[in-house]
């Protein structure tokens, strides 16, 4: 069962609010804790306004959820961050509210933004992102509202393959606000187009009632002070008329729930209203609203407030005609205490949306989609649940340090930087970085440098190595970072951003080595896909590696699919799927396949590998019907292992070029302890995932050393 869904609208005022209530009485009915979020509201920072479809939701429903739990972030503060270039962290702010609320409920019902931005034209897109983040199924509201047939199909149809070409998962679509006597052709033309006939779909006629503001709501959008009836600020307006006639003409044209507009000193107006008001052969009117700052005479308003129960009275410094023009702009909105429209509008949902039908549609859908951000937020979730200290030896590089800055802000992990704590310090004032408590050590000037020069004489001097060239050794921030983490002074250690991958490995490999039952160091990149996680090894490491290897390097990537959640299904890359091939370079591969399998029975017997196996055989599950039917890893491959650095690290590449795959890594595997290279063209991304990466690596070597 999913335990969540998007509901998002194809513009402004589509009746969004209206449908929320609608299926959040709908879950309350199965399921006990639902959670109502906003990723986006429209409020202003600072101020004390609260967004009025989180307070319609909460107060209705009675939810016991602070205000502050159900909402990820502010427009202003996604102005904000747009105008500064760091859109990235909009989605990450509304990932870590939504995961913080998930917590604490069983589902979360999701409302999108509101369409009344200044970047509205964009808010389609952000949302279906959002959606597909949150990993959430969508209900697409489309607006028909004074649209003829053909307009309304066009856009929801263009709305519906935006989704889609997103990679959301859209399970319902409500054509709302309809001309009457349409719904049923509205329906059948738009299931006639989808492209997957499972989608419903059903159509709302539009309700003029529901879109009648109350008094009470023009009076807060005028500012307008209330002089009288504020019991009755919840009367609804049809219509308004802006008294400038003869009071016969005026009383002709008063009907029920008319606001009257009048300047304040027009006494005869407002006693032909409070006549009205009184008499039971006249409409009973909405309310007065008195403009120019004016009031009335005294003897005029003891006659108003001579009534125990008054229609509302309001006042506005505006003049008559910008009022009536301000008035007649109003959008009605669903308030918390508007006991009339919630009643009607929640008994029109149930007439026009088949409710056994929808919460079926609900209960089946599961979304499998883990999107670049999920997997990303993951990580630095996973890293923070248990803190390690990483070491960053290129404390200088201007992008060791801004990452370093994001991750301590975050409280991903404790961090050393090494280097020259003046010039480092120097640096951080010049980029203006919030980080003065960060931890900055030289190696000359450390505590343990003479004892890190004689462990490292200890490990080397059987291969040459005099004490004097480990002091010098010693000097570098590579190597001292790394004997750190051997010494267990530190968990562990990302280097490369500006030194080669040489100089990261070769101080590993001398000091730290590899596991137990390995014999060589490998690599994989997660490559973050649009809506899944592959892991691909080797692609950085070894350029040819025999079957030994091979299969060694198939089982390391696989342990590391696991410690980072995805559930590993092997295939052994070929050229050549199954027994169609021969060569070397095929018998290789199936050697190492069989080499895999065999270790895997005792280290890892419920590990899916097969192979030799061609990369779309191994990921398409059409094709591998075919090439390879028998096959549990053909067509759901989650490891992909090529059979040489060469094939892996282009064909890394070309994916992440061409599909736009984010590729974290290289992960370096095989080692006692995580040491981890970046490359010199990484982006300050790069380098947060890399370390929060290696912070989950020693949190899972930690668990393996307990037996846990």
């Known amino acids: 069962m999913s335990d969540n869904l998007y509901i998002t609208a194809t513009e402004a005022r589509s009746g969004k609010s209206a449908i929320t209530l609608g299926i959040m009485e709908m879950l309350l009915r199965k399921i006990k804790r639902v959670g109502f979020f906003r990723p986006i509201i429209n409020v202003k920072q600072g101020h004390n306004e609260q967004d009025n479809d989180i307070k319609l939701v909460s107060s209705y429903f009675n939810l016991k959820i602070p205000y502050n739990k159900m909402f990820g972030i502010t427009l202003s503060e996604v102005e904000t961050l747009i105008a500064a270039g760091n859109e990235a962290e909009i989605l990450e702010g509304v990932i870590k509210k939504y995961n913080q609320l998930r917590k604490e409920c069983d589902f979360i019902l999701c409302e999108g933004s509101d369409f009344e931005s200044s970047f509205s034209i964009f808010e389609f897109d952000i949302n279906a992102d959002i959606c597909k983040n949150l990993g959430s199924p969508v209900l697409l509201i489309a607006n028909a509202f004074q649209k003829t047939m053909e307009e309304t199909l066009r856009a929801t149809e263009l709305a519906l393959e935006s989704l889609n070409g997103k990679g959301c998962q859209n399970i319902a679509t409500i054509i709302n606000r309809t001309k009457p006597g349409t719904q049923e052709n509205l329906i059948r033309l738009l299931k006639e187009k989808l492209p997957m006939k499972n989608q419903l779909v059903y159509a709302i006629q539009d309700e003029t009632f529901l879109a009648l503001p109350t008094v009470g709501e023009i009076a807060k959008v005028l500012g307008a002070e209330v002089l009288q009836g504020k019991d009755q600020l919840h009367r609804h307006v049809e219509s308004f008329i802006v008294a400038a006639m003869q009071l016969r003409n005026l009383l002709k044209r008063i009907k029920h729930r008319t606001l009257i507009i009048t300047p304040g000193d027009r006494e005869d107006v407002i006693a032909t209203c409070i006549a009205a008001f009184a008499s039971n052969s006249v409409e009973n009117i909405a309310g007065m609203l008195l403009t120019g700052g004016l009031k009335p005479d005294k003897a005029i308003w003891n006659l108003v407030t001579g009534f125990s129960r008054m229609v509302p009275v309001l006042s506005v410094k505006d003049d008559t005609f910008p009022t009536a023009t301000k008035v007649d702009k109003i959008h009605s909105i669903i308030s918390p205490g508007d006991e009339q429209k919630i009643t009607r509008l929640l008994a029109i949902f149930e007439q026009n949306v088949d409710i056994r039908q929808l919460e079926k549609k609900i209960k089946i859908t599961r979304t499998t989609v883990i999107t ?76 343990f440098f003479d004892e890190y020069v004689e462990k490292y004489y200890e490990l080397r001097k059987h291969k040459g190595i005099t004490k004097e060239n480990a002091y010098d050794i010693m000097c570098d921030e590579s190597f001292f970072g790394t004997m750190m983490v051997y010494k267990g002074h530190a968990d562990g250690m990302v280097s490369g951003a500006v030194h080669s991958t040489a100089a990261t490995i070769r101080p590993a490999l001398e000091i730290i080595k590899t596991k137990p039952g390995f014999s060589n160091i490998s690599s994989v990149f997660l490559m973050c896909l649009a809506e899944k996680v592959l892991v691909y090894g080797d692609c950085a490491i070894n350029p040819d590696p025999n079957a030994e290897q091979l299969a060694e390097i198939a089982l390391s990537s696989a342990q590391t699919a696991k410690t980072f959640g995805i ?142």
Do not use: W
């Not at 299904?569 to 018998?587: H, I, N, P, Q, R």
């Not at 192979?611 to 549990?632: C, F, H």
């Open 372 to 447: 670049p951000k999920m997997f990303e937020y993951r990580l630095l979730q996973r890293a923070k649940a248990f803190k390690q200290h990483i070491i960053l030896p290129e404390g200088k590089e201007e992008r060791i340090l801004r990452a370093a800055e994001k991750l301590l802000r975050r409280d991903v992990v404790d961090i050393t930087l090494l280097g020259d704590e003046k010039l480092i310090r120097e640096k951080i004032a010049q980029l203006e970085l919030r980080m003065n408590s960060v931890n900055i050590l030289s190696p000359l000037k450390s505590r």
């Open 567 to 708: 559930d590993p299904v092997v295939a052994m890359l070929s050229y050549s799927t199954g027994f169609s091939g021969k060569g070397e370079d095929v018998e290789k591969v199936r050697k190492a396949t069989k080499i895999a399998k065999k270790r895997a029975v005792k280290f890892f017997p419920e590990l899916k590998i097969d192979g030799p196996i061609q990369y779309d055989a191994a990921v398409d599950s059409l094709v591998a019907k075919t090439k390879m039917p028998e096959s549990k890893v053909a067509g759901n491959a989650t490891v992909l292992i090529f059979p040489d650095l060469n094939t892996g690290n282009n064909t890394y590449k070309a994916v992440q070029r061409t599909a736009g795959a984010v590729a974290i890594g290289p992960v370096l595997q095989g080692l006692k302890y995580p040491v981890n290279d970046l490359s010199r063209g990484c982006t300050i991304p790069d380098i947060i995932n890399t370390v929060a990466i290696t912070a989950i690596q020693a949190q899972t070597e930690k668990q393996t050393l307990k037996g846990e």
